[in-house]
């Protein structure tokens, strides 16, 4: 047998389809009523939108501005303080960000963000930052141990033995300090690694050691050669006379005796003196008819019988 439907059962289901059919006319026309909704209030808010952004954009500049001053009052006071180079650039640098974070948040909950919503966040993150910022962190707290233990300061002369640069301190900052080398160059130092390493500090002294070396033939009078390079020392208007200009042996190499003199000259002659004295030593020394040998090999030859 098939089942069949009677006319009852056929008048009820078109009737359901009527109901559903006038429940979704309905949904459509809410649909078509928030969107129309939607499109009249459009302009308003793009206005409103666009006036908050140029607000906002007057806003930064303004604090721009007045973080500049902020900044200028700042090396100011740390100036009448007496304070170190080193101290108003590391401090400035720490302000300017700060200050900045600061701007940058308050432009932020004019836009409807929770200020304590985004410290949170902040917060949150600050491990995951922590850990990806491992190196910055450190030449950060490198940077405040120098600037506390102060080994040295801007204008100091400094060799550091990590890597064998040297040269005078020009700035330190929150996360480097720069030196500029004696050709001008500039030599960025990550303040992490240079406060944990030896360094040589020139300027404490008012002087510093000079020492010239130079090779001389095993024929000539080793003992002549020492008094004309002292004598070279000597008359040389940049080297201290009041320090001791000391001559001496310093190897027997396999092609020269190697004799060396050490000279005391002021912190800001050093390269001036260093340059030229080598040529000086050379001069004398081929006046004085004691020759500069160059390396050289001696061979022998044996006849077989």
């Known amino acids: 047998m098939f089942p069949f439907f009677g006319i009852n059962d056929a008048v009820n289901a078109l009737e359901a389809s009527e109901v559903i059919d006038a429940e979704n006319m309905q949904q459509v026309q809410e649909k078509i009523g928030v969107f129309e909704q939607f499109l009249e209030e459009l302009p308003g808010k793009a206005f409103g939108l666009g006036i908050r952004v140029l607000l906002a954009i007057l806003f930064f500049a303004i604090g ?4 500049k001053l902020i900044r200028k009052i700042l090396k100011r006071s740390l100036t009448r303080a007496n ?5 108003v650039q590391f401090l400035d640098s720490l302000a300017k960000a700060i200050l900045y974070i600061l701007l940058i948040l308050m432009i932020g909950t004019s836009f409807g963000l929770d200020a304590a919503s985004v410290v949170a966040v902040v917060g949150s993150c600050g491990v995951a930052l922590g ?3 491992q190196g910055s962190l450190s030449n950060f707290a490198g940077g405040v141990l120098i600037l506390l233990l102060k080994p040295f300061k801007v204008g100091d002369y400094i060799i550091e033995d990590n890597k064998g640069n040297e040269g005078t301190v020009s700035e330190i900052q929150l996360f480097y300090t720069k030196l500029v080398t004696a050709d001008e160059r500039i030599v960025v130092l990550p303040n992490g690694p240079l406060a944990n390493c030896s360094l040589t500090n020139v300027t404490t002294s008012y002087c510093r050691r000079l020492t010239a070396k130079v ?9 002549k050669a020492l008094d004309v390079i002292r004598e070279v020392a000597k008359q040389d208007p940049l080297v ?5 200009i000391i001559t001496f042996v310093d190897d027997l190499s396999d092609s020269a005796v190697v004799i060396g003199l050490h000279c005391y000259v002021l912190n800001a002659d050093y390269w001036t003196v260093k340059n030229r004295i080598l040529g000086e030593l050379k001069t004398a020394l081929e006046q004085a008819q004691i020759s500069i040998p160059y390396p050289q090999l001696d061979v022998h030859m044996i006849e077989k019988q």
């Open 83 to 87: 304070a170190d180079t080193g101290v």
């Open 131 to 133: 850990l990806a910022l």
């Open 64 to 67: 721009v501005q007045v973080i």
């Open 215 to 223: 090779g001389i033939s095993y024929k000539a009078d080793h003992k």
């Open 240 to 244: 201290l006379k009041e320090k001791d």
